[in-house]
């Protein structure tokens, strides 16, 4: 594996992406979703439902419209979505390492936001039932925006409640989306892929891609412990 180049700034303030980079909450929306096809025996390839990944929900309806028809897919997510947001509620498994990372930013102050394409209230209650919430000073969603990712509103709107140049956050997103969403609000970006791997078109972009949070972790100590808290 080719060597990550050091981030080349202490960052002002970090941004979070959620699903698949915080919670691993894409294997529980698949799964839901998945399950909810074999209960209504929508013939779809278990692979398939990858390509709605980092996606808003009008995406994701419109992609499994044009797959299965729009009264079908109506009916399927319905009950897709009710399956998942039972599981989210009662509290999404954390992707490895991120407690770790959110307590070292913490203990060194360093302004940390959410950035969604989850609407709200259910980004807030997700966050809540993880017991993550605590941890951010600000949560924009889906739900404050215009447009959602691959536009870069969210995470400027991030920016700005945060009080920091976009040019001085640091995002990490594990999506193709996300991450070019970040890249268009001028922000420098580390992608943690979960459960897709980023292909060529994605890497041309030019930001850096690491395996685990523990690894975005390293990218960051440099520049904390350079600057200890009192």
């Not at 998942?84 to 407690?99: L, M, Q, T």
């Not at 209650?125 to 925006?145: H, I, N, P």
């Given at each position: ?26 294997r529980a929306i698949l799964e839901s979703l998945r399950a909810a096809a074999l209960d209504h025996r929508a013939d779809i390839d278990p692979d398939w439902w990858l390509c709605l990944i980092g ?176």
């Amino acid at each position: 594996m080719a060597e990550i180049a050091p981030l080349p700034f202490r960052p002002a303030a970090v941004i979070f992406d959620m699903d698949g980079l915080m919670l691993d909450s894409e294997r529980a929306i698949l799964e839901s979703l998945r399950a909810a096809a074999l209960d209504h025996r929508a013939d779809i390839d278990p692979d398939w439902w990858l390509c709605l990944i980092g996606h808003t929900e009008a995406v994701c309806r419109a992609r499994l419209g044009a797959h299965i028809g729009d009264v079908a897919a109506d009916a399927l997510l319905a009950d897709g979505h009710a399956r998942y947001v039972a599981v989210a509620e009662s509290g999404v498994p954390h992707r490895p390492g991120i407690v770790a990372l959110l307590d070292l930013l913490a203990a060194h102050d360093m302004p940390r936001a959410v950035a969604t394409s989850t609407r709200a209230p259910l980004a807030q209650r997700k966050l809540e039932a993880a017991g993550l919430l605590g941890y951010f000073d600000v949560v924009c969603t889906s739900s404050d925006v215009a447009h959602p990712k691959p536009a870069p509103d969210v995470y400027l709107l991030a920016a700005e409640r945060l009080g920091v140049s976009p040019a001085q956050c640091l995002v990490l997103e594990d999506s193709p989306t996300g991450v070019r969403a970040a890249l268009a609000a001028g922000m420098a970006v580390v992608q943690v892929p979960d459960l897709l791997a980023p292909d060529d078109d994605v890497r041309a972009l030019g930001h850096r891609i690491v395996g685990s949070l523990e690894a975005a972790q390293a990218l960051l100590a440099p520049w904390l412990l350079a600057t200890q808290p009192d």
